[in-house]
């Protein structure tokens, strides 16, 4: 099973290349740096949360492991 410090440390690296995405994206789409960043930010602070407790859910699952 994996630390705390661990999951904490692969959900920042994770959350850090999707909140670069998110932002390049919904600039693209609206054209507004501002927005862009709102909705990366609003969306990250989710998926952090979201991925977290998934992740320590699945720690928690037997199945699949060797």
Known sequence: MDT?????????????????????????????????????IIGTATGTLTYMLHERLWSRVRWGRG
């Open 4 to 40: 705390n410090l661990r999951t904490l440390a692969k959900t920042a690296t994770w959350q850090t290349s999707g909140l670069l995405a998110m932002c390049g994206i919904t600039y693209a789409v609206t054209g507004s740096l501002a927005d862009g960043g709102i909705v990366a």
